[in-house]
């Protein structure tokens, strides 16, 4: 969707004058070090005597801490000019995203409270339903960002349990299903794990439910995810695999940055504010863990993350 035009025009006059501040920042240094170490130069070369010589030196040392510092403050002012445009566009995308549920929440509420249902069951329950799935995708996006704001706080306190993993992730298979219409998604789960493992439930559950929403997102119309959980030598392998558009292999490494969303060619679901596989990335790290991906464009990927057994 196309953001509003003063969105559009505040966000540009915001980054042309942090621009303009590192321009000038840059222009305001480096005129004076350069006339400052064309000074230093001709007194060492020059000069005669201690005296010269330990001038030419100060003036060098003092015109190389000023280039130092106008780097420092350059770079400092690049990154916040870089972080100024990922908040506005995850603000952007998220209040876009949320507004999509919401609006099918209230148009089918407002269509049972009518009463406009009444004399048909069906439909009614077919509506109830539909409020269900969407309130589901609400959720998810909420935790989603609740989630990274406690990741990014440092305020996580995972509660590591042995337990069985089959169990957990389970609860977040279940979950996905309701976010959904039967026929919507070719969906397979082969959790075969027999085996206990320390986790924490609810970072679980928000690795495999990311994952698999991030699936749902960047496949096209005939959607085909398979989650597998599978025991294996050193522990338990969890791994989401789907039919999408595929990830090339410059994108393979920036896809688990925080707010970084891939180009899509898709459209519907495809937005969201960059955060699912970063907080998967995050969460697996709290496992003593990594998460990896194995992808050829055009032809799907695979997510993996192995948790270890004790």
Not at 246 to 274: H, M, N, T, W
């Amino acid at each position: 969707m196309e953001r509003p035009l003063p969105s559009r025009i505040s966000r540009l006059r915001h980054s042309m004058s942090l621009t303009g501040a590192i321009v000038a920042t840059a222009v305001g240094v480096l005129l004076p070090v350069i006339l400052s170490t064309s000074v230093g130069i001709v007194a060492l070369a020059l000069g005669k005597g201690t005296d010269w010589t330990i001038f030419g030196v100060l003036v060098i040392s003092f015109a190389a801490a000023a280039t130092g510092g106008a780097v420092v403050v350059t770079v400092l002012l690049s990154r916040r000019n870089r972080l100024a445009r990922q908040q506005a566009d995850f603000i952007a995308n998220v209040t876009h995203e949320l507004r999509t549920p919401l609006t099918a929440i209230r148009m089918y509420a407002e269509t049972i409270q009518m009463g406009r249902l009444d004399n048909n069951p069906e439909l009614c329950r077919a509506s109830v339903e539909t409020i269900l799935r969407e309130t589901e995708w609400l959720e998810a996006m909420i935790d989603q960002v609740l989630t990274w704001r406690a990741a990014s706080k440092d305020m996580d306190r995972p509660d590591m349990q042995e337990r069985m993993l089959k169990e957990t992730v389970g609860v977040a298979v279940e979950r996905f299903r309701r976010m959904f219409l039967p026929g919507d998604v070719q969906f397979e789960a082969e959790l075969n794990s027999v085996r206990k493992v320390f986790h924490d439930e609810r970072a679980v559950e928000s690795i495999v439910l990311n994952l698999l929403v991030n699936a749902y997102k960047y496949t096209g119309a005939d959607k085909q995810i398979i989650i597998r959980l599978d025991d294996v030598e050193n522990g338990v392998r969890l791994s989401v695999k789907d039919n999408g558009m595929g990830i090339s292999p410059a994108e393979q490494e920036k896809i688990f940055e925080p707010f970084y969303r891939v180009d899509s060619r898709l459209s519907g679901k495809a937005s969201g504010g960059g955060l699912g596989l970063a907080i998967v990335k995050h969460h697996a790290a709290l496992h003593g863990t990594t998460v990896h991906v194995e992808s050829v464009e055009g032809r799907g990927a695979t997510f993996a993350v192995q948790f270890p057994g004790h």
